[in-house]
């Protein structure tokens, strides 16, 4: 996958955390390409029902707010975009998971070349920081049964976009 520049810099964002992770040599290792969930592109359908042992580990990256600031400074705006990166290994033995946190940390230290270089909006590189955040992996949610094969946070972070408040006070759509 690569970054469609001439989408909106949220998508972009989605895009390049996938690139960070696919370009990871451990994390292609683990993952193989029929389990990333991937909700970026055009496929409306890519959970998978009926899961059996090949389907595991599974990732996704999901969006799960964002944070907005007009004028931030005198010229310029600020979003924060937080996303988090979330697995399902299937069972809960250490290793598994261990192994999969390990490879996501590690894809996620080349943000600056897949997110920071590569994110594109009206001709301006907008992505300035990343924020890591704290994930909690919970095997068991209170409320619920407890599910080992559920889906766990594995890695959570904020991205910060600068963008000239004029640039986005003049956005009418499209590219």
């Given at each position: 996958m690569s970054i469609d520049t001439s989408a909106d810099p949220l998508l972009?964002?989605?895009?390049?955390?996938?690139?960070c992770l696919v370009a990871d040599t451990e994390f292609a290792r683990l993952v193989p390409a029929m389990n990333r969930?991937?909700?970026?592109?055009?496929?409306?359908?890519?959970?998978?029902?009926?899961?059996?042992?090949a389907d595991f580990p599974q990732v996704r990256v999901v969006l799960t707010g964002l944070e907005s600031q007009i004028y931030r400074t005198s010229n310029s705006s600020s979003a924060k975009a937080h996303f988090v990166i979330e697995v399902k290994v299937g069972d809960k033995r250490l290793e598994n998971m261990t192994q999969l946190l390990w490879?996501?940390?590690?894809?996620?230290?080349?943000?600056?070349?897949?997110?920071?270089?590569?994110?594109?909006?009206?001709?301006?590189n907008v992505v300035k920081k990343l924020f890591?955040?704290?994930?909690?992996?919970?095997?068991?949610?209170?409320?619920e049964r407890p599910e080992p094969a559920g889906w766990v946070t594995a890695?959570?972070?904020?991205?910060?976009l600068f963008i000239l408040t004029t640039t986005v006070q003049e956005y009418e759509g499209g590219t």
């Open positions: 972009q964002c989605g895009q390049g955390i996938w690139d969930i991937d909700y970026t592109g055009d496929d409306r359908t890519v959970d998978k029902p009926g899961l059996l042992t490879a996501i940390y590690c894809a996620m230290s080349r943000w600056e070349t897949y997110l920071r270089d590569e994110v594109e909006w009206q001709g301006e890591p955040m704290k994930a909690d992996i919970n095997y068991m949610p209170k409320a890695w959570a972070g904020a991205l910060e």
